[in-house]
């Protein structure tokens, strides 16, 4: 009689400690859960448009709304133009755009050799009376070491296939070089954040590396305000 009920006392005090470790793994999981729930909620959503030549870039849908025309922009955080030979851009477009950047948003205008100039040209002659000039293959450019750069302690980075170059300007920050001439920009002049790219191949599916992400993810950063 005393063995059994000393195998009874036992049992119940694997089982209770069988209880225990099943209530403590449940605290875990339920602790682990408001962990996974407090960083996402702590990052910020934005909301991408993408106009333009967009068919040779490998961007998730999920994540950046491609669009052929610009029906508001109120929505949205950050406006990617990717030039194609012919533009859609209206003179309220371009209105748009001013009034985008002057909320604080960010712009990526993207140019490349002719013919895909077109809405680059068409938004850099109302902003800076300005346009993308030349043509070059050099494939690497240098970052702007000499002063305080978006590309921070990089040297080098992509240039892209075949570049074009923009004149300086002082309303604008030369971010990278080719041959000494400006091929990435960018101002906060108009209040928010503007990247002008002469060489935005470098991101076409083709192309994408390691380099190329780190630079595009750089590039977003900065349109992002981050």
Known sequence: ???????????????????????????????????????????????????????????????????????????????????????????????????????????????ENWPLQAEAQQLTKRLFSKEFWGETNESIATTNVLSESIFNDKSTIPAGNSIVLFPLDVRLNVEAWVKDEPVILSSEFFGGRLILDGG????????????????????LNYLNGE
């Open 1 to 111: 009689m005393v063995i059994l009920k000393l195998r009874k006392i036992i049992i119940q005090i694997i089982e209770r400690e069988k209880k225990v470790r099943v209530l403590i793994n449940m605290i875990r999981i339920f602790i682990f859960f408001l962990f996974v729930l407090s960083f996402l909620s702590g990052k910020t959503q934005h909301n991408y448009l993408v106009l333009g030549n967009t068919h040779s870039l490998c961007l998730d849908s999920n994540e950046f709304s491609l669009q052929s025309s610009i029906d508001s922009l109120g929505k949205y955080d950050v406006l990617f133009i990717f030039s194609g030979a012919t533009s859609s851009l209206s003179e309220t477009d371009l209105d748009r755009i001013e009034s985008f950047l002057s909320e604080g948003k960010g712009v990526y205008v993207g140019c």
């Open 200 to 219: 935005y191949s470098r991101f076409y599916c083709s192309d994408m590396n390691s380099d190329t992400d780190e630079v595009w993810n750089i590039l």
